[in-house]
C-alpha cells in the first residue's frame, strides 16, 4: 500500500517553514525520507526507525508517531535550494518485507 | 557522483522493440532496487536482488525481467514494450537487505521512450 502525502504541493517564500506529511495503513518499521531535483535522481535525507527519535539535518528535521503509522518532515527557514519534490518511502514491519514503497511525493518551491 | 551507475541514460525505441537496462550499485553494497517513475504515479517498486537473488518483487509486469550477476551488477529487460512502458527507470543500492537502516543511493536513472 502506497503511503499518502501531503500537501501534494506546497509554495513557499525563502525563510518561511512548511511541513509534509507521509500515512500509512499498514504498520511501520521506518520511514525513509528523499529529496528530488527536476531531471536528477532521488537523494537520501534521513531515516527514522520504530522506537526511534525525531531525526535532524541542517535545518530539515522529521518525526515519526508509530501509533498513528505516520511520519512527518520539517523544512525551517527555507532556502531556494530545498526546491525539489519530497517523496517518504515507508518500509513495513512483516517477514519477507525488504524494499521502500514510495508515496507520490510533494513538490516545494521555494521562491525569492 | 553517487556511486551508482546507470546506462544508457536515454533510450529510444519502437513497441514491441526489446531493451536493457544496466546497474552498478555503489562499491560494497549487495542491494539492487529497481523502480520505475511516471509522472502520475510516482517511484514504483519493480523488483530487487540481494547478492545475486531476487528477493522481493513488485508490480514488475510478466514482460519485464531483472537479474544480478557475480560481481553484482543488473539488468533490466524489458520486452514486447508499449507506449505505456516509458518512463525513468531508476536502479538504487544499499548496503543490506532485510533491513532498513541504511539509506538507498539511487543512480541518474534511464530515460526509456517507446515511440
Known amino acids: 500500500q502506497q503511503p499518502v502525502q501531503s500537501p501534494q504541493a506546497v509554495i513557499l517564500r525563502e525563510g518561511e517553514d512548511a511541513v509534509i506529511n507521509c500515512s500509512s495503513s499498514?504498520?511501520?518499521?521506518?520511514v525513509h525520507w528523499y529529496r528530488q531535483k527536476h531531471g536528477e535522481a532521488p537523494v537520501f535525507l534521513m531515516i527514522?526507525?520504530?522506537?526511534?527519535e525525531q531525526k535532524g539535518h541542517d535545518k530539515i528535521s522529521a518525526s515519526f508517531n508509530e501509533k498513528k503509522q505516520q511520519s512527518s518532515l520539517y523544512l525551517t527557514a527555507s532556502q531556494l535550494s530545498y526546491s525539489g519534490t519530497y517523496f517518504c518511502g515507508t518500509h513495513h514491519s512483516g517477514a519477507g518485507s525488504y524494499q521502500l514503497t514510495f508515496g507520490k511525493g510533494t513538490k516545494l518551491s521555494v521562491i525569492p | 557522483d553517487s556511486g551508482v551507475t546507470q546506462t544508457p541514460k536515454h533510450l529510444i525505441t519502437a513497441t514491441g522493440q526489446r531493451v536493457t537496462l544496466r546497474c552498478s550499485p555503489r562499491s560494497g553494497d549487495l542491494s539492487v532496487y529497481w523502480y520505475q517513475q511516471s509522472l502520475d504515479q510516482g517511484l514504483q517498486f519493480l523488483i530487487q536482488?540481494?547478492?545475486?537473488?531476487?528477493?522481493a518483487k513488485g508490480n514488475i509486469l510478466e514482460r519485464f525481467s531483472a537479474q544480478q550477476f557475480p560481481d553484482l551488477h543488473s539488468e533490466l529487460n524489458l520486452s514486447s514494450l508499449e507506449l505505456g512502458d516509458s518512463a525513468l527507470y531508476f536502479c538504487?543500492?544499499?548496503?543490506?537487505?532485510?533491513?532498513?537502516?541504511?539509506?538507498?543511493?539511487f543512480g541518474s536513472g534511464t530515460r526509456l521512450t517507446v515511440v
Open positions: 538504487a543500492s544499499s548496503p543490506l537487505t532485510g533491513t532498513s537502516n541504511y539509506g538507498y543511493t
Open positions: 536482488y540481494y547478492n545475486g537473488e531476487e528477493r
Open positions: 499498514k504498520a511501520l518499521y521506518s
Open positions: 527514522l526507525l520504530k522506537g526511534g
